[in-house]
């Protein structure tokens, strides 16, 4: 199974704001949408897609640093390489 984690927000600004800090600390992750399987009440539509070798790392700076976020949820790839492909 390929598992991919994505860190849900309530707002955009605790995004990026762990987003810099996953960043400052190495650990790999990248804005995405909100897949539709995680959406909630709670959640602004932004996540940080962080792959399984790194959600530890990625806990362990949330952890360190006190960050904001709502929930982290583990999804098998929700990525369609043929999305917005009509040919």
Do not use: T, W
């Amino acid at each position: 199974m390929n598992l991919r984690y994505y860190i849900l927000f309530e707002n955009y600004e605790q995004g990026l704001a762990l987003h810099d800090l996953l960043d400052e600390a190495g650990v790999m992750n990248r804005i995405a949408p909100a897949p539709a399987a995680a959406r909630g009440k709670l959640c602004c539509g932004m996540s940080l897609l962080v792959g399984a070798d790194m959600i530890e790392q990625a806990k362990d700076v949330i952890r360190r640093e006190n960050a904001v976020y709502h929930s982290i949820v583990a999804l098998e790839n929700q990525l369609q390489p043929r999305r917005d492909r009509y040919c």
